[in-house]
């Protein structure tokens, strides 16, 4: 009588061939993904880490906040100074960050009205998530603001869940 063949053989060499392949195939795939940084400078902006925490808790302070909000009839971002800070000589940039392609960023010299408020052109902006900050310089003193604003949607104010 013939003794039935066992399959464990047959079972490790299968197994084994797939746990392989899947290695090979994450190898391959983590051989060719892009893996770009968000911004290039990262390591200068870590630099500075410590004098823009100071720059955001002086904002912080101040009686009224900044603020950044997308106005989707005319396809505009409204920056606005806090409202003490109206009128009076302010210098800065604004950076509009795109958090998941860093070619997209924009950085704009900061010019506001004597009201404290800029205009911002957002229509070659594409529609999504993009973060706006803002530092500035006012008699010395350095702010810091920065907010997430959605593109394309009716509000414009970035609402966590």
Request: proline share 4%; with cysteine; net charge neutral.
């Amino acid at each position: 009588m013939k003794q039935p063949r066992s399959l464990w053989p047959l079972g490790i060499t299968v197994v084994s061939a797939a746990f392989l392949s899947g290695i090979a195939a994450c190898v391959a795939i983590a051989c060719t993904h892009k893996s770009d940084l968000v911004n290039e400078k990262y390591y200068d902006q870590e630099i500075r880490y410590q004098a823009r925490i100071e720059s955001l808790d002086r904002t912080r302070q101040l009686a009224t906040q900044a603020s950044a909000d997308y106005d989707a009839a005319t396809r505009r971002i409204v920056v606005r100074l806090p409202a003490e800070q109206a009128g009076k000589t302010a210098t800065g940039d604004i950076q509009l960050y795109r958090p998941s392609a860093a070619g997209m960023d924009r950085a704009i010299h900061l010019d506001p009205d004597p009201h404290g408020v800029q205009w911002l052109d957002a229509s070659g902006l594409q529609n999504g998530l993009w973060r706006v900050r803002i530092e500035w310089n006012i008699e010395g003193h350095d702010f810091f603001f920065d907010q997430r604003i959605v593109i394309g949607s009716g509000s414009g104010k970035w609402e966590s869940p």
